[in-house]
């Protein structure tokens, strides 16, 4: 499990889930691509957990999480689940509710 957040605003933070198959080329591509909306959209106002379901299965079915790679946005709320390589920015801005972020 890897840890990595810019969160030093006084705005409200984005908390995310990242569930990842260890080093697969998609978990990969969707660690950074996460990384690269985060920085662009919500500077300094997110969290993000990278759970990697090899080590950490257990967290993954409490989280109904059975396919990877997985972003979960747990808040702020509702909570919303995607899964693939976050590869579209424009879709993932649009799922997690971020257009206006």
């Known amino acids: ?3 990595y957040s810019d969160n030093n605003s006084k705005k409200e933070i984005f908390v995310f889930k990242l569930f990842v198959a ?6 990969n591509r ?11 959209h919500l500077k300094d106002r997110y969290q993000v957990e990278v759970i990697d379901v090899f080590t950490c299965f ?6 109904d999480i059975f396919l990877s790679p997985a972003l979960v946005k ?6 919303v ?6 590869n579209s ?3 993932v801005l649009q799922a997690l509710r971020l257009d206006d972020a």
């Open 1 to 3: 499990m890897t840890q």
């Open 22 to 27: 260890g080093d697969e080329h998609h978990s």
């Open 30 to 40: 969707a660690r950074a691509n996460l990384k690269a909306i985060c920085e662009t």
């Open 58 to 63: 257990e967290l993954a079915i409490e989280n």
């Open 74 to 79: 747990e808040s702020p709320g509702p909570r």
């Open 81 to 86: 689940v995607i899964f693939g390589n976050l």
């Open 89 to 91: 920015t424009a879709d």
